[in-house]
């Protein structure tokens, strides 16, 4: 029996591109002129926090942001990685 949601979706998914470490995914957010929102991963964690990774295109750039509960924690361009980091960051307990 699994823990949680993430520790189940880790023991059963195949490491691919699609998706990162345990977050399912993500779908096209909302599109507004000059910005595409895309939702790349969302994932609950044990202590029931909502994780959620998020790119804007603007233009030419990519910006992203990690938000928890709704609150942004993390933005930054250009910076996949390290919304990334920030997001393990904060399902396994740490806050980044």
């Known amino acids: ?5 993430y520790e189940e979706h880790l023991a ?3 490491p691919c591109s699609s ?6 995914r993500g779908d096209l957010g909302r599109e507004e002129p ?6 790349i991963g969302r994932m609950t964690n044990k202590a029931g926090q909502r994780v959620v990774i998020i ?6 750039s990519d910006f992203y942001s ?3 509960d709704g609150e942004c924690v993390f933005f ?3 910076d996949r990685a390290g ?3 920030v997001a393990r960051q904060w399902m396994s307990g740490s806050k980044a």
């Open 1 to 5: 029996m699994f823990a949680d949601q």
């Open 12 to 14: 059963h998914s195949a």
């Open 19 to 24: 998706r990162w470490d345990g977050f399912d």
């Open 34 to 39: 000059g910005v595409i929102e895309t939702v």
């Open 55 to 60: 790119c804007n295109t603007v233009e030419y």
């Open 66 to 68: 990690v938000l928890v």
């Open 76 to 78: 930054e361009e250009d």
């Open 83 to 85: 919304a990334v980091f």
